[in-house]
């Protein structure tokens, strides 16, 4: 497949390393980088987002070159970062502007926040009804932290946008809810992940009329549902089920990505839907094959839509 096939009606299709397991830079068990940028332009896929800074090359210098010689441009790239610390927010800053300059330098467009989990979230991931909400202080504290990561990516010429995550403090509709009604749409719009919303009891369908107009940038991500109701049923904490396979392909689980695609285009969405499978980075299964499959399944949705 060339890469002109991942541009399809008002979507622009994305991969990223989290497909391949990093999600932290530093992990040993990550898989060389160069090796995710060659499977990557192998799946015909010709954006993609950078992964957490200091995975791939930092300096632009060096990087750059990388992409270009395998045809890829940048979309931006996510900070899961402890946005929930107090005693870490130094840290936490540091890396929105190394990733933001970063990002800046490969003419890429978003900074997406993502919190990490934290050890209590992480064990009512899902489950809303046991989940245990930051106080009022905490969620003040939180809630300027992330206005302050939105001035550093306007600094920076880029868009932010906040990423709800299964196992965070950001995870349920009440929750999601409350941090766009009080964090400005000019400091941080949405980044709308399909599979994380399925996993929090969220219908991305009714998510994207819900919050049209806060979302600039998507990722697509698939669940599947025996792990879901397994891991629900079962009381799982959020890293037991990523290895157990929660997220999948996309078209082998159960995100209604027809219907996706269809609120996407009824809102009037233009931009670019990265496509991600978490997952450890040490799993025995294919991430190119896997990519590959997801491309496979939405092109003809998107070719579909167009028409």
Not at 11 to 24: E, H, K, M, Q, Y
Not at 30 to 35: G, T
Request: net charge negative.
């Amino acid at each position: 497949m060339d890469g002109q096939m991942t541009t399809l009606a008002h979507i622009r299709l994305a991969a990223s390393p989290t497909t391949w397991g990093v999600d932290f830079a530093d992990n040993p068990h990550n898989p060389a980088w160069n090796r995710v940028l060659d499977e990557i332009e192998a799946s015909g896929v010709d954006t993609l987002e950078l992964g957490p800074v200091g995975y791939l090359p930092e300096d632009p210098q060096i990087l750059g070159p990388e992409l270009e010689s395998r045809g890829l441009s940048t979309a931006g790239t996510f900070m899961f970062q402890p946005i929930f610390d107090d005693a870490r927010e130094d840290e936490v800053l540091d890396v929105a502007r190394r990733t933001s300059g970063l990002v800046r330098e490969l003419n890429g467009d978003f900074l997406i926040l993502v919190d990490q989990p934290t050890d209590t979230r992480v064990a009512t991931a899902g489950r809303s009804a046991t989940a245990t909400r930051m106080d009022d202080a905490h969620r003040r504290r939180y809630l300027e932290r992330v206005r302050k990561i939105g001035t550093i990516a306007g600094e920076n010429g880029l868009r932010a946008v906040f990423h709800q995550h299964a196992g965070t403090n950001v995870e349920f509709l009440d929750e999601v809810e409350a941090l766009f009604a009080d964090v400005d749409h000019e400091c941080i719009g949405m980044c709308l992940d399909t599979g994380h919303l399925a996993y929090a009891g969220i219908d991305p369908v009714s998510a994207i009329d819900h919050f049209s107009d806060r979302i600039d940038h998507v990722h697509f991500k698939d669940v599947n549902g025996l792990v879901l109701a397994q891991a629900r049923e079962e009381g799982w904490d959020f890293w037991q089920a990523i290895a157990a396979g929660i997220f999948c392909p996309i078209g082998d689980g159960v995100v209604d990505f027809p219907g996706v695609i269809g609120a996407l285009s009824s809102i009037g969405f233009s931009g670019t839907a990265t496509i991600e499978q978490d997952r450890p980075p040490d799993s025995s299964t294919d991430p190119l094959a896997d990519l590959r499959a997801s491309v496979a399944h939405l092109s003809p949705l998107l070719a579909s839509d167009e028409s």
